[in-house]
Nanobody, 122 residues
């Protein structure tokens, strides 16, 4: 399996951020946790949202009111939409696949894409 993130690179504060994770070599309906995480400069990995094996979304409460994660079957993609972005959202954003753990947690075996840099200007 391979995961490849894509996004706009640069967005302005308060704009919508749309990210896409294209999955090849495996169906997004396979029984895994599909997750978006990010790493801000000088910080550790941060969990944003996931789609559980059941298909239900699961959000970090910090982001819940302004993010949406979704599967797109025809394209075999996982998307993340984040609203009300600020410069604090500047980070490398990753999508990941794991069995039953969060990729931001130590010891969690997972497959992750190379990441996409997002810079939010003020």
């Amino acid at each position: 399996v391979q995961l490849q993130e894509s996004g706009p690179g640069l967005v302005k504060s308060s704009e919508l951020l749309d990210l896409t994770c294209t999955v090849t070599g495996e169906s997004i309906h396979a029984p895994y946790l599909w997750t978006w995480i990010r790493q801000r400069p000088g910080k550790s990995l941060e969990f944003i949202a996931a789609i559980l094996v059941s298909g239900a979304p699961y959000y970090n409460p910090t982001f819940q009111t302004r993010t949406n994660i979704a599967k797109h079957t025809a394209e075999n993609q996982i998307s993340l939409r984040m609203g009300s972005v600020t410069p604090e959202d500047t980070a490398v954003y990753y999508c990941a696949r794991s069995r039953d753990c969060r990729p931001d947690e130590a010891g969690c075996s997972h497959v992750r894409g190379p990441g996409t840099q997002v810079t939010v200007s003020s």
